[in-house]
Each structure stands twice: as structure tokens, then as C-alpha cells.
């Protein structure tokens, strides 16, 4: 019984905590990480920060492995807050090749994951492979590369069907990369994703 207790508080926390919190130390090691993301700057007491909670979240949990989503509480970060320039809440900033930006666009989960994915998240480009493609990456575009168009067609048809499915967020970013690379494989007919 303590353990069915200790699972469900370990369960918990994991829920109740969400999307990773930065401090300074953490927020500059983050952002000079060479990784693209996004980090939502936020009060406690802020009613559109409550709000968009649960999507963000969401996007923290489904994003590309490649991309970082985390939240900064300016209640408890009050410099960090004005070293960023942060006046009004929730402030969105994205981070991409090094440089900074404010996000500016819509904030429901569709169109924050299409901004990620979109904008954000690295891409294994199949003419370039050497540059772009991790090993795994390049050895999945070197078996379908040869193969005839329909067998293409079909396997990313395939791969768009599990898309709705639950996974692992590791199996989620796999899938995308894997329709991503089959998607540059067939003609431009091929469905919009």
C-alpha cells in the first residue's frame, strides 16, 4: 500500500509541475545551448497566463526533442525578468540560431506546435543528408530513397495515421522526422501535413 502511495505522489508531481521552471543559472545555460525553443515569461497571479497553462504544457510535452519549451516565473525571477526586457504577462520568447526574438503569434496549442514544428524544430533535409541528418536519420533516408514512389506513398500515409495516437514524446519526435523525410520523397502532390 506505501508503495501504491508513493507511485501516486511520484505521479503527481510529475503532473502538477508541467512545464520545466527556470532560474537565472538554468535560463542562461539553456539559451546558450545552441537549441531552438521558446520560454513563456509569466506571473502567478496573471489570468492569460493561467489560462494558456494547460496548452503550453501540452506543447512542452509534444514538442520536437530538439526544441526546449520552459516557463521563467517572474514572481520569483524578478531580474532575470527585467534583464530580458519582460514588462507584461505572459511574454512569449523565442530563441532560434542564437538570436532573440518575441513571439507574437497565436498562443492555443495548433498554433503554437505548428510555429515549433514549423519554425523551430531541426529537419533532416534528404539532398543534404551529411549536414542535416544524424546517423539513424540518414540510414532511414538511404532505405526509402530507392524505393518506388507508391511504396513511399503508402508508408507515409502509414505514418500520418498514427499521428493523432498517444506516444512517447521520444516516439513522437521520431514519427515527425520519419514523415518529414518521406514527405521530401514524393512528388508535390503529396498530402499537406
Same mark, same amino acid.
Given at each position: 500500500?506505501? &508503495?501504491?502511495?508513493?507511485?501516486? $505522489?511520484? /505521479? ?5 509541475? =508541467?512545464? %520545466? ?5 538554468? &535560463? ?5 545551448? =545552441?537549441? +531552438?525553443?521558446?520560454?513563456? &515569461?509569466? %506571473?502567478? !497571479? #496573471?489570468?492569460? #497566463? ?16 530538439? *526544441? ?10 524578478? +531580474?532575470? #525578468?527585467?534583464? +530580458?526586457?519582460?514588462? =507584461?504577462?505572459?511574454?512569449?520568447? *523565442? ?10 503569434? %497565436? ?9 515549433? @514544428? $514549423? ?8 539532398? @543534404? ?14 532505405? !526509402?530513397? =530507392? ?26 519526435? !521520431? /514519427? ?18
Amino acid at each position: 500500500m506505501k &508503495f501504491l502511495s508513493l507511485i501516486s $505522489v511520484t /505521479l503527481y508531481i510529475q503532473i502538477a509541475v =508541467g512545464t %520545466q521552471q527556470l532560474d537565472e543559472k538554468a &535560463f542562461y545555460e539553456l539559451v546558450s545551448s =545552441g537549441k +531552438n525553443g521558446m520560454i513563456k &515569461f509569466y %506571473q502567478s !497571479w #496573471c489570468g492569460h #497566463c493561467t489560462k494558456m497553462k494547460p496548452d503550453w504544457d501540452r506543447l512542452a510535452e509534444e514538442a520536437h526533442s530538439s *526544441v526546449f519549451i520552459a516557463d521563467v516565473n517572474c514572481g520569483e525571477e524578478e +531580474n532575470l #525578468c527585467k534583464e +530580458n526586457g519582460v514588462t =507584461g504577462y505572459p511574454t512569449i520568447k *523565442v530563441y532560434k540560431n542564437g538570436e532573440e526574438e518575441k513571439y507574437s503569434g %497565436q498562443r492555443s496549442f495548433d498554433h503554437l506546435m505548428a510555429y515549433v @514544428d $514549423v519554425e523551430l524544430a531541426a529537419k533532416c533535409d534528404v539532398d @543534404d543528408t551529411e549536414k542535416t541528418c544524424d546517423e539513424k536519420a540518414r540510414e532511414y533516408v538511404a532505405k !526509402w530513397k =530507392g524505393k518506388d514512389v507508391d511504396a513511399v506513398s503508402k508508408e507515409l500515409q502509414r505514418l500520418i495515421s498514427m499521428q493523432g495516437k498517444p506516444m512517447e514524446k521520444a516516439l513522437k519526435s !521520431w /514519427l515527425q522526422e520519419r514523415i518529414h523525410i518521406l514527405d521530401q520523397l514524393t512528388p508535390a502532390s503529396s498530402p499537406e501535413l
